[in-house]
T-cell receptor, first 112, second 114 residues
Framework: GQQLNQSPQSMFIQEGEDVSMNCTSSSIFNTWLWYKQDPGEGPVLLIALYKAGELTSNGRLTAQFGITRKDSFLNISASIPSDVGIYFCAGQLPSNTGKLIFGQGTTLQVKP | DTEVTQTPKHLVMGMTNKKSLKCEQHMGHRAMYWYKQKAKKPPELMFVYSYEKLSINESVPSRFSPECPNSSLLNLHLHALQPEDSALYLC?????????????FGSGTQLSVL
């Protein structure tokens, strides 16, 4: 089936540093969603992207929908300890269903 | 309010037990989903209900039986599960289930099968 390649797999950074992660696919997506998940909890929606080239911010988070519609990135500026968690990208294919294809996740650790 | 409520939070069951997971949303969404998630892996889709009808079954074993009594409620009935079915079970909802929309997840039920 379709797969999303998410990188990096994990990051260990110093508090205050900026973070960047991305997802790529061989398939075209109509929608990109970025989620953060804490241990034992469900994924929390951070940013939703609907149009190629779209750049959207949510506080210190910025995400972009790639021009080719096959990729997306998420940036976190000035990281803080509560940014720790697993970040997932997810894409929706142009198939008129709500089915999401998830990336494998990026585990972020922040050192105070 | 973007809340999806799941109960119970934790569940331990034997392989001969019958149990049910419950999910509720009051956002007026007409699509609801069940996902299964193993530790450190992404969620895997199990079922999708759109307008109270089952629209996607991802070849899930029959020991998992979904039910959508109305557009706000979603159940997952469990029977004769195996230890490898132990996982975090997530419920989600979206506006219509026809794509190009946000999915909101509940906090999940952590299931252990002994």
């Amino acid at each position: 089936g379709q797969q999303l390649n998410q990188s990096p797999q994990s990051m260990f950074i110093q508090e205050g540093e900026d973070v960047s992660m991305n997802c790529t696919s061989s398939s075209i997506f109509n929608t990109w969603l970025w989620y953060k998940q804490d241990p034992g909890e469900g994924p929390v929606l951070l940013i939703a992207l609907y149009k190629a080239g779209e750049l959207t911010s949510n506080g210190r988070l910025t995400a972009q929908f790639g021009i080719t519609r096959k990729d997306s990135f998420l940036n976190i500026s000035a990281s803080i300890p509560s940014d720790v968690g697993i970040y997932f990208c997810a894409g929706q294919l142009p198939s008129n269903t709500g089915k999401l294809i998830f990336g494998q996740g990026t585990t972020l650790q922040v050192k105070p | 309010d973007t809340e999806v409520t799941q109960t119970p939070k934790h569940l331990v069951m034997g392989m001969t037990n019958k149990k049910s997971l419950k999910c509720e949303q009051h956002m007026g969404h007409r699509a609801m989903y069940w996902y299964k998630q193993k530790a450190k892996k992404p969620p895997e889709l199990m079922f999708v209900y759109s307008y109270e009808k089952l629209s996607i079954n991802e070849s899930v074993p029959s020991r998992f039986s979904p039910e959508c009594p109305n557009s706000s409620l979603l159940n997952l009935h469990l029977h004769a599960l195996q230890p490898e079915d132990s996982a975090l079970y997530l419920c989600a909802s979206s506006q219509t289930g026809t794509g190009n929309e946000k999915l909101f997840f509940g906090s999940g039920t952590q299931l252990s099968v002994l």
